[in-house]
């Protein structure tokens, strides 16, 4: 049973692995493709398990537990790049995961770090693959550089997870086929809706900025926050409800913001004051 788990994990696309290729695609400034393909490999290697020992059956652990064998996210395995991992997490999280398993934290952090540094792995051209394939077989086999690819197993995962991004991140349908109320628009970390907001707050443009936001971006809190300024701000409350309308109807901009949107300090200095008294 043990094992079963181990292999549903790594050879199926699930909520951990598609939320991690869309951070992949946000943070490092990946294409779908690309994400996709990156988190499918890591899914079949690890599970995306932080702690995870290769070999035959499920395991979990430290550094130290895992022996010769592969640790955590890509399976870095004994020698250089094992011993660069724990120096890594050393340095910048003050932990040794010789003694102390390692997280998601440190996982991802090195990979940030490693994949764009690492000897014959060209992280430029990666990062604008268009084929899914190519960039599943490039990522496998520059990057990771597993003992058995079973590359076909890779691919079918990458192409089922690009499948979920496609479905829940509405900025990569094409215009022409675009059937939600809101505007197609794309934005990114270097490209925030703050200044359109400011400069044309139009009903539809504040409702496409909240819709993209649940969940889309990195930073989606600060970008609800700044659609929910735009409301208050231009008091289109009305006309923002009604373009943000959902199977055709209208949907209450408050509710909807306030169902994902974290309003405390651990994102903003203060609380953010999002009540109907504040839209008024």
């Known amino acids: 049973m043990i094992r079963l788990k181990g292999l549903l994990f790594e050879n199926e696309a699930n909520t951990d692995s598609i939320a991690w290729a869309k951070k992949f695609q946000t943070d490092l400034g990946l294409t779908p493709e690309a994400a996709a393909a990156m988190a499918a490999n890591i899914q079949h290697e690890s599970g995306f398990i932080p702690n995870r020992i290769q070999g035959n059956q499920f395991k979990t652990g430290t550094m130290a537990d895992s022996g010769k064998l592969g640790y955590s996210w890509a399976q870095w395995t004994f020698g250089p790049r094992k011993k660069s991992f724990r120096k890594f997490v050393l340095d910048k999280f003050n932990t040794d ?4 398993s390692a997280t998601n934290s440190h996982a991802y952090a090195f990979l940030k770090y490693e994949v764009k540094n690492y000897p014959g792995f060209n992280f430029n051209k990666f990062k604008q693959s268009t084929n899914i394939e190519s960039a599943t077989e490039q990522f496998c086999l520059k990057y ?3 003992g058995k690819p079973a590359l076909a197993t890779r691919i079918a995962i990458a192409r089922e997870i690009l499948n979920k991004i496609k479905l829940l991140n509405p900025t ?11 505007i197609d628009v794309t934005y990114s970390k270097d490209n925030p809706p703050y200044i359109d907001l400011l400069k044309n707050p139009r009903a539809e443009l504040i409702a496409s900025v909240i819709k993209q936001s649940k969940g889309i971006f990195n930073d989606y809190e600060a970008w609800a926050e700044a659609a929910f300024m735009a409301i208050k701000t231009n008091s ?3 006309e923002v409800n009604k373009s943000l309308r959902q199977d055709g109807i209208p949907q ?3 509710e909807y913001v306030k169902s994902f949107m974290n309003t405390g300090t651990k994102y903003h200095k203060q609380a953010i004051d999002i009540s109907y008294k504040s839209l008024r």
């Not at 995961?97 to 102390?100: A, D, L, S, Y």
């Open 172 to 182: 990569q349908s094409p215009k022409s086929k675009q059937t939600t109320p809101y």
């Open 252 to 254: 209450d901009a408050y």
């Open 144 to 146: 990771e550089q597993p």
């Open 97 to 100: 995961i010789n003694k102390q």
């Open 236 to 238: 289109k409350y009305a």
